[in-house]
């Protein structure tokens, strides 16, 4: 948690001295500041009959899994984009600014890493580790959570109709 309050304070400063970083240092903070990686955690310890030490500092230590499912954050950035809400500068203006290249550009390449970080997850999913399935699984259902959220725009700030047509067959009319 105190490493996120910093990375909230890296980032207050960035915008009150109108800085864009460079990808990577955006992406260290972005990271830390999304509190996805302090979710996980959390859900973690909310399931105290699976987790065990072991498991705790194996989600501690940033493994693969988690790394690839924070990259998924990068969908928030490209719908927040468009809506400009006046903060920090989000990842497409910082790849721009250091790369010189067009917003599309920007687009196709973190349509790539999206790719790769699902790739990613589910070589994680299926390769034998000593961390319980049901783990895995968590971090697996929060990165789809992230994936309807984002996939058709900032469902999130902006609740739409899709959005409501997937609480409502979730929760309303569920397929039993």
Same mark, same amino acid.
Request: net charge negative; with cysteine; hydrophobic share 45%.
């Given at each position: 948690?105190?490493?996120?309050? %910093? ?40 399931? %105290? ?35 400009? %809400? ?64 984002? %996939? ?17 067959? @979730? @929760? ?5």
């Amino acid at each position: 948690m105190k490493n996120q309050v %910093r990375a909230y304070f890296v980032e207050a400063k960035w915008f009150h001295e109108w800085q864009i970083p460079t990808m990577e240092e955006y992406m260290c903070i972005a990271l830390l500041s999304s509190g996805y990686s302090l979710l996980i955690t959390s859900c973690f310890i909310g399931m %105290r009959e699976v987790v065990t030490k072991e498991a705790l500092d194996w989600v501690m230590n940033d493994p693969k899994i988690v790394r690839a499912s924070n990259i998924l954050g990068l969908m928030n950035d490209m719908t927040s984009y468009k809506l400009k %809400r006046g903060h920090i500068a989000l990842a497409i203006e910082c790849y721009m600014k250091q790369y010189d290249v067009l917003e599309e550009q920007v687009h196709n390449e973190f349509h790539d890493q999206i790719v790769k970080a699902w790739m990613d997850i589910n070589q994680e999913i299926l390769k034998p580790t000593a961390v319980p399935m049901s783990l895995l699984t968590l971090i697996l259902n929060l990165s789809r959570v992230l994936d309807v959220v984002y %996939r058709e725009g900032d469902s999130y700030t902006s609740v739409g109709e899709g959005m409501k047509d997937n609480i409502r067959s @979730l @929760l309303i009319h569920p397929i039993v």
